[in-house]
């Protein structure tokens, strides 16, 4: 960042070093200042050890906020805040504005979407250590067991927290929303400028939480075993905090900018589908993620007071409770923006209307509200049988609104010309998993068969399914199908087949047989296992190197693509939605003046416009 | 003061427009009030898990009596700055902000007082819930304080102007907002 010095009088602005640089140094400062002050000067011990519990989780904080004011966000939110005015904002051009912070939406779409792709590949490989490890039925990787539990704990809180509910929300929302609704901005970009910041703290809180010790209790935190384990268990609330916090403050702006943001004409009726997912997705977040931040700062305080909220002497199995009354919306937190842009991609591939829309908006909306009514089916072990009726009811009622999303696909697809093209396939191959994902769910739905296969490797194999075959093979798809929306470039067809063939075969390969190897006795959670089943274990884990090589492959060749792929007119697909009509690859304004739209944007069956600029069409009956 | 550029594109805009784009940005503040009230609503679900409606002899009543009815009066105040603002009158926001931070602080004060010399065993299930949601109410009060503090210092050296009027009417309604909460809280700690 070069310096840059104001000569307002209100506002002497002098910025000696980069965002990022100065974040990190005042994040030092700040956890410093505060662990020394409590672990020196209010702790009766005086700083032997140097680090406590209360000092760790204060300091952590201190660090937090150092952090985001350090990134811009003493300039940008809270000198104004206070009224001190900043005539001459400092403003990066070029890649350095990627590393501030940005009030521009597709800066911070992309922002967010490197810090989910940096996420995936550090929970991609504890993901690898763990089947190095399962190639053999005893320890040989990891010294000991808790090594292993904690391994997959930091795999499933990052790829939870900061992939799943982040890449599609955080990054394709930020960045194709406003274009999506004819807008130049997002309602609140201060809001989404800021919370991207939480990103990187909450993944590296995380992935450096072994240093305080280990935790066993997988992503999912559970108390009262948390009570039993080191102190790395505060860094698993921690970085969980500033993700969902994140999360939720991306959503709250996603909600705003999709109520009141929205270009002319474009009425409910008319709205994009992805802003139909972003819009109840943003809406379990705020309902759902202050839920489970009260639930980690309860679980929290039963460690630092302590309280016995959650052990033997209190309710542990309320812990179990209110964690799964956020754990299984999140499921649909991750899953229903994929199913939406399936209904973007298809219709402008296959050249036909969007079959029986108006389904698809019921189907996403009712999965939203079923969604709360479905949770205990995560503890069928845990409750009595008139208990799991309804639960287990509701569960196998969700793929009926569920079902309706997959069928506006299928109808649309539905005797088609249909074009093969690496965005359509791999929606293809992400309808095939979420298929296999969805119906193996209907038998875990069922409490007697749930039963028998609660935690073992047959329940990894279904929500892998689900969420990588769901969410993960559509991100990829976005990502190819929007490709020229970022830079102006595409990709290459024959490496984007063989990047998407790639990772179907290491992906099905792998969790397919975790089904069988399941059923066949193989237990979550333990890293030693009969020897019987190490075949298909070594078949697994070649299948899962497979993977990880695959989606390296396919992300260096978007960044290939991004950097030297074939340059592409603005709008290559012949799309009718609004983001194709907006600038691409600048950070232009997306529209020189407002849009208005006029029809639908999946009426294929004809070459008419479905939104115009007013201004354009003046000009041209003009001249 | 001179107006920056967003500030004049916002006052050449016809009052139609400027009304609706208010309702709006009120109507996405109520959807983030909405989610800053799930933790109270958490609380009072563990608080009922853990002991239903037990309310321990020894809680102070008197304390959370007068905390209360500070608190209530501090939502008058902020109210009173509210309504200041359509009038323009930027002394008489200030004057009412400030009282609405001496009574929110003073009840805050209480709250912390209370919360650090409870009367009552904080090892039990009462003790763990009452303690918890204090802190909650404790930690929303300092952050309304805060919001608080940055309007009136705002308010001070920018005015009101086209611009900024909404900024400072929704400051005040996370106020009442703050105080509707712990009248809620203290109902159900005190007495249900």
Redesign the interface.
């Known amino acids: 960042m070069a310096t840059a010095v104001s000569t307002s009088p209100e506002y002497p602005v002098k910025r000696p070093m980069p965002p990022v640089i100065r974040g990190l140094l005042w994040a030092a400062i700040g956890f410093l200042v505060v662990n020394v002050f409590i672990s020196y000067v209010i702790d009766p011990l005086k700083g032997n050890p140097f680090i406590t519990q209360p000092s760790v989780v204060l300091g952590w904080t201190a660090g937090l906020i150092g952090w985001l004011l350090g990134v811009g966000g003493w300039e940008e939110i809270i000198l104004p ?5 900043n ?1 001459r904002p400092v403003t990066a051009t070029g890649w350095r504005q990627y590393f501030g912070l940005s009030l521009h939406h597709k800066v911070v779409g992309i922002q967010y979407l490197v810090s989910s792709t940096g996420g995936f590949f550090i929970a991609g490989l504890a993901a690898m250590l763990m089947r190095l490890e399962l190639m053999s039925p005893h320890m040989w990787l990891f010294p000991d067991p808790g090594q292993y539990l904690m391994t997959v704990g930091i795999h499933g809180t990052i790829m939870m927290f900061s992939v799943g509910t982040v890449a599609l929300v955080g990054g394709m929302g930020n960045f194709l929303i406003p274009q999506m609704i004819g807008s130049n901005s997002s ?2 970009p201060k809001i989404s400028s800021i919370s991207v910041w939480l990103v990187p703290a909450g993944i590296l809180t995380v992935a450096f939480s072994p240093l305080l010790g280990q935790w066993t209790t997988g992503w999912r935190g559970y108390e009262p075993l948390a009570q039993n384990d080191a102190n790395g268990i505060l860094f698993y609330y921690l970085g969980v905090f500033a993700l969902t916090t994140s999360s ?1 403050l991306v959503s ?1 702006n996603l ?2 900018t999709i ?2 943001k929205r270009a002319k004409g474009l009425t409910w009726n008319r709205l994009p589908m992805f802003a139909w997912g972003m819009l109840v997705v943003s809406l379990l977040n ?2 759902w ?3 489970i ?3 980690f ?2 679980a929290l ?1 039963d460690r630092l ?1 302590p ?3 959650f052990t033997a ?3 542990p199995l ?1 812990y179990l409770e ?1 964690f799964w009354l956020f754990g299984h919306p999140e499921v649909y937190i991750i899953v229903l923006p994929a199913l939406t842009i399936w209904m973007e991609i298809i219709p402008v591939m296959v050249r036909k209307p969007l079959f029986a829309r108006e389904w698809g908006v019921i189907g996403v909306i009712f999965v939203m509200m079923l969604s709360g009514f479905v949770w205990a089916h995560h503890m069928f072990t845990n409750i009595t049988l008139q208990e799991e009726l309804p639960f287990s009811f509701f569960t196998e009622m969700i793929s009926i609104p569920t079902g309706f999303a997959y069928m506006v696909v299928i109808g649309t697809m539905w005797r088609s010309n249909f074009k093969l093209t690496v965005p359509s396939l791999l929606v293809l191959m992400s309808m095939f998993n979420f298929l296999i994902g969805g119906l193996t769910g209907v038998f875990n739905a069922d409490p007697v068969v749930d039963l028998q296969l609660h935690d073992t490797f047959w329940v990894v194999g279904h929500f892998h399914f689900t969420i990588i075959g769901g969410m993960v093979f559509t991100w990829l798809a976005a990502m190819y199908y929007w490709l020229p929306k970022f830079s102006g470039r595409t990709y290459n067809s024959k490496l984007g087949v063989l990047g998407a063939i790639w990772v179907f075969v290491g992906f099905d390969g792998a969790f397919s047989l975790m089904f069988l190897v399941g059923m066949e006795g193989m237990n979550r959670w333990v890293p030693i296992y009969p020897p019987y089943l190490q075949p298909l274990n070594i078949a697994i884990s070649i299948f899962a190197f497979i993977l990880g090589a695959g989606f390296l492959f396919n992300l260096l060749h978007i960044w290939w693509a991004m950097r030297s792929g074939k340059k592409v007119e603005q709008n290559p697909w012949k799309s009718k939605s609004l983001e194709w009509m907006a600038t691409s690859a600048s950070l232009d304004d997306n529209f020189k003046e407002e849009p208005l739209v006029v029809a639908s944007f999946y009426e294929y069956d004809d070459d008419k416009p479905a939104a115009i600029i007013p201004q354009q069409e003046v000009a041209a009956s003009l001249s | 003061m001179e107006l ?1 550029r967003s500030q004049q594109k916002v006052s050449t805009r016809p009052p139609v427009e400027r009304e609706l784009e208010t309702r ?2 009120f ?2 503040f109520v ?2 009030l ?3 009230s ?2 109270y ?3 009072i ?2 608080r009922y ?2 002991v239903a409606g037990f309310v321990p002899s020894t809680v102070d009543q008197t304390t959370g009596v007068i905390e209360t009815i500070l608190m209530v009066l501090s939502g008058l105040t902020a109210l009173a700055a509210s309504r200041a603002l359509k009038g323009n009158n930027a002394k008489l926001y200030r004057t009412n902000g400030i009282l609405t931070m001496i009574l929110g602080g003073l009840a805050t004060l209480m709250l912390i007082w209370e919360w650090w010399f409870h009367p009552f065993d ?2 039990s ?1 009462y003790g ?1 819930t009452f ?2 949601t204090i802190g ?1 109410c404790v930690f929303m009060h300092l952050v309304g304080l805060g919001v608080l503090m ?1 309007a009136n ?6 005015g009101i102007t086209e611009a900024n009027a909404l900024g400072y009417r929704l400051n005040n309604v996370f106020w009442m907002f703050i105080v509707v909460t712990w009248v809620a809280m203290w109902l159900q700690l005190y007495f249900i």
């Open positions: 805040a206070f009224g001190i005015m005539k309602a609140f939720l709250l909600t705003a109520l009141f705020i309902i993620l202050p839920e931040q009260m639930t700062v309860m305080l007071v309280f016995p909220f002497v209190g309710s309320t209110i | 920056s709006k940005a109507g996405a959807i983030f909405f989610s800053m799930v933790p609503f958490v609380m679900n563990v898990i853990m904080p090892m299930h763990e303690l918890t909650l940055a210092m705002r308010m001070k050296r920018v």
